[in-house]
């Protein structure tokens, strides 16, 4: 994922300056779900959550291929640059991470099983990294988007926090931010489903092997 190496977030003379509007198109249609891959408009009675976890291309196949998720979508959460490129964010001035935006009905799958499914999937304890992946880019991270999912995130994070430290396999790095603080920027069509569209591309699931707990 052409990492640079960045081991801190930059200072704001150092972030990239971005630009007004998204430059690159996207294909209307997800490639694996019966609904589009720009979600500004959901319907209704449906959620939002923003994860992320290493490399985005792996962390949205999990997440295409769980039941109640409507739509996915890959792209640069938490950062600072406006419409930022994919080069610019692995350059690690942007401040962004790679995330993946869910779709999802509530009423088959809770945001509680999604959090679980994040932790269970990815190495939450590795800060700036997963596995041989290593920049700002791929740090853990949650941008919930009501009261409700800060609540079930933080719960969560305490609960599978203490079983890793009762395993002594380190302290939790994960963001927990509200997704209304900066802007969700879509990454270009080559990265949207990029397991579907070739499936034996690259995956990275550095997680600690630990299930969470009942």
């Known amino acids: 994922m052409f990492s640079r190496h960045k081991s801190a977030l930059v200072e704001p003379e150092q972030l990239l300056p971005g630009r007004s509007e998204r430059v690159f198109p996207i294909a209307a249609q997800h490639k694996v779900l019966d609904a589009p891959v720009m979600t500004d408009e ?3 009675g449906f959620e939002v959550a923003i994860f992320g976890l290493g490399c985005f291309w792996g962390a949205e196949e ?3 291929k769980t039941p109640g998720v409507w739509s996915t979508s890959v792209g640069y959460a938490g950062g600072t640059t406006p419409n ?8 690690g001035r942007t401040n962004h991470t790679e995330a993946v935006r869910v779709v999802f009905d509530p009423k088959v799958v809770t945001f509680a099983d999604l959090v679980k499914t994040f932790f269970e999937v ?7 990294r997963q596995g041989n992946d290593v920049g700002t880019q791929y740090r853990s991270a949650i941008y919930y988007t009501s009261p409700e999912q800060e609540q079930v995130a933080r719960e969560l994070t305490a609960v599978y926090g203490h079983e890793l430290e009762r395993r002594r396999l380190g302290e939790i790095t994960t963001e927990i931010r509200p997704a209304s603080d900066t802007p969700y920027y879509y990454a270009e069509d080559a990265h949207q489903q990029y397991l579907a569209k070739n499936p034996f591309g690259y995956r990275c699931h550095a997680n600690t092997g630990v299930k969470f707990p009942a």
């Open 122 to 128: 990815h190495d939450p304890t590795q800060g700036f």
């Open 84 to 91: 930022p490129s994919y080069e610019e964010v692995c350059s």
């Open 42 to 44: 959901v319907p209704e």
């Open 62 to 64: 999990i997440y295409w």
